[in-house]
C-alpha cells in the first residue's frame, strides 16, 4: 500500500522589540543582523507554537517535527 503525503506547514515570525528596534540603528555592526529578535514558529496542523531568540534553534524545531511526523 502506498504511503499517503505528509504535509507539515510552519509560520515563522521575526519580532523585533521596540526598545531593541530604537537601538538597532545605532549599533555599528548590526549589518542586517537580528539582534534583540523573537522568533516564533508555529506549526499550522497541530497549532503548536514554540519561542526561540536564535535561527538555528528554530530550525532544529522544525526539524524535529518533521521527524516525528515521519515517524508515524
Known amino acids: 500500500m502506498a504511503r499517503e503525503t505528509v504535509i507539515a506547514s510552519f ?8 526598545a531593541a528596534a530604537a537601538t538597532a ?4 555592526g548590526a549589518h542586517g ?6 522568533i516564533a514558529v508555529r506549526h ?6 514554540r519561542r526561540f531568540v536564535n535561527l538555528d534553534d528554530a530550525m532544529d524545531f522544525i526539524r524535529e ?3 516525528l511526523l ?3
Open 25 to 28: 540603528g545605532v549599533e555599528a
Open 11 to 18: 509560520i515563522m515570525r521575526f519580532v523585533k522589540p521596540r
Open 44 to 49: 499550522v496542523q497541530s497549532g503548536y507554537e
Open 33 to 38: 543582523s537580528q539582534t534583540g529578535a523573537r
Open 65 to 67: 517535527e518533521i521527524r
Open 70 to 72: 515521519e515517524q508515524d
